[in-house]
């Protein structure tokens, strides 16, 4: 493939993740998948046609143009849902391509309304209240202009849903503020089903609440990290196996990132590598040189702190990563050559890199690390 890294996709860990999720949360429980930050970095057009075979209909993402990308690739029932940033161009061919969205301000709510009027089509909304989060949503006084709005033009608008989004839900410092919100959006509910309007799903849920608050799910929960085949946290995980017999990880990760060795070359004793004098052999190496850098989402706080497999064998990397090459020590793997695959996460002749150590490295969390593995870097389905 072309470019200097590729991310492998592998189907049969995705499906295997969406299987389990739709098991374990019960079939009255609809799931969204969230392919938000081009689908946490394992690609929107890879992904997709992989979810709906393992039958998902609803993605959720978080602006208009990731709505756009989701919508050539989907097939024709599948439904979209914006869950963040939307121009008023976007709102239109949202509204025109019956395309779901939230609302959290009274002018993306006009401009609904307008739009709606103009296609002859109504607005499938989600009206999103703040409970707590304080980052986006209505607050109670304002609701009671957009119930007005919706009940005096109720044949351009069709409520799919009443949604929040929980403060924190993957640790247990933070119950007490998630069970306020809990009670908050329910009697936001009421209050809203008593002046007429009833949303056709309450959706409240994102990974770390589906699996730690059973209250929370609802109707449909928004599933991201999980899919992908990684805990929210590992309180997440803890309180997941703490009452199950089998205490291993159920979920199977999903991308494989890798290169392939550039150069290598011999260093000698006192000899710095890479720029400045960040690191110093201190006997003759033989050290790889790897085409990814920080401009490929490679962290240069791994610097002198990576790891990748070559060989089968988890090797250092040393010297300042650079902005387009890293340094392996390959001094203990003699036959190492020129074209020889690099893993920086995944799996090598029993050997792994997996994303959290290579997060834990860098202090960075696993939703971070995978939404920077840039665009442009190639992805292949496999299995």
């Known amino acids: 493939m072309a470019g200097t890294s590729h991310i492998e996709i592998d189907r049969s860990a995705l499906i295997h993740n969406l299987q389990f999720l739709k098991q374990y949360l019960g079939e009255d429980v609809k799931i969204s998948s969230v392919i938000k930050a081009n689908a946490y970095g394992h690609g929107i057009e890879e992904f997709v046609p992989i979810a709906e ?39 239109d061919w949202a509204v025109a391509n019956g395309v779901e969205f939230f609302v959290f301000e009274r002018d993306k709510l006009e401009e609904a309304l307008k739009c709606s009027r103009e296609h002859e089509k109504p607005a499938k909304i989600h009206i999103e209240v703040e409970t707590g989060m304080n980052r986006t949503g209505f607050i109670k006084k304002d609701l009671q202009e957009v119930v007005k709005v919706i009940n005096d033009n109720r044949e351009h608008f069709q409520v799919k849903g009443l949604c929040t989004h929980y403060a924190g839900a993957e640790s247990i410092a933070n119950h007490v503020r998630v069970q306020k919100q809990i009670k908050k959006y329910n009697k936001l509910y009421k209050w809203i089903v008593n002046r007429g309007i009833v949303p056709e799903l309450r959706h409240t849920a994102c990974s770390a609440a589906a699996m730690t608050y059973p209250r929370t799910r609802m109707d ?164």
Request: positive net charge.
């Open 220 to 383: 449909m929960v928004r599933i991201g990290i999980l899919q992908y085949g990684f805990w929210p946290s590992p309180e997440t995980f803890i309180h997941f196996v703490h009452k199950r017999m089998e205490k291993s990880d159920v979920l199977k990760r999903v991308l494989n990132w890798k290169s392939q060795v550039m150069s290598i070359k011999k260093v000698g004793s006192g000899e710095f590598v890479s720029y400045g004098t960040y690191y110093m052999a201190t006997e003759e190496k033989r050290i790889a040189i790897v085409p990814v850098g920080y401009s490929h989402g490679y962290s240069r706080s791994l610097s002198n702190q990576g790891r990748v497999l070559i060989d089968g064998q988890r090797v250092p990397v040393i010297g300042i990563v650079n902005m387009n090459m890293l340094i392996a020590d390959v001094s203990l793997i003699p036959d190492v050559k020129k074209g020889d695959e690099v893993v920086l996460i995944g799996e090598q002749g029993g050997a792994k890199i997996t994303l959290a150590s290579f997060a834990d490295f860098n202090n960075q969390l696993n939703y971070e690390l995978l939404a920077r593995l840039p665009l442009d870097t190639p992805r292949k389905v496999i299995n």
């Open 53 to 91: 075979e393992a039958g998902i209909n609803h993605f959720s993402v978080f602006s208009g143009d990731e709505a756009q990308r989701v919508y050539k690739t989907k097939k024709a029932a599948t439904d979209i849902m914006v869950m963040g940033w939307m121009n008023p161009e976007e709102i």
